[in-house]
């Protein structure tokens, strides 16, 4: 059986732990305005133009950060407006079965 060479330098002077790690720049991207949040807000309340610029954004594929941010609210408002449709369907369906239960 051989024994294991272990040298510890008890004083850590042969570490080297070389340069401390680059932190990253941060990035600086364009973030949308208020006056933007408030158009979409706005482009959105308008029946059935706003489905279909709502859905338009969640396909479009994004070209820059701006559109990007828009993709990803399209998506998660068309995600949202489908659970809620969903919940208004078994509310109305589970209504319309007690009415009708109570009167027989």
């Known amino acids: 059986m051989q024994q294991k060479d272990y040298n510890y330098d008890i004083?850590?002077?042969?570490?080297?732990y070389g340069s401390p790690p680059a932190t990253p720049a941060p990035i600086s991207r364009p973030l949308m305005s208020v006056s933007d949040w408030f158009s979409t807000i706005i482009l959105m309340?308008?029946?059935l133009v706003g489905f279909f610029v709502?859905?338009?954004?969640a396909v479009s594929s994004a070209t820059d950060h701006i559109?990007?941010?828009k993709r990803n609210f399209a998506r998660a408002y068309l995600i949202?407006?489908?659970l809620l449709?969903?919940?208004?369907?078994?509310i109305f369906v589970s209504s319309?079965?007690?009415?009708i239960a109570s009167m027989s």
Do not use: E, K, Q
């Open 11 to 16: 004083n850590n002077s042969n570490r080297d």
């Open 45 to 47: 309340t308008v029946p």
């Open 54 to 57: 709502i859905t338009f954004w």
């Open 67 to 69: 559109s990007l941010i």
């Open 80 to 82: 949202v407006l489908f």
């Open 85 to 90: 449709s969903v919940l208004y369907i078994i």
């Open 96 to 99: 319309i079965r007690l009415i």
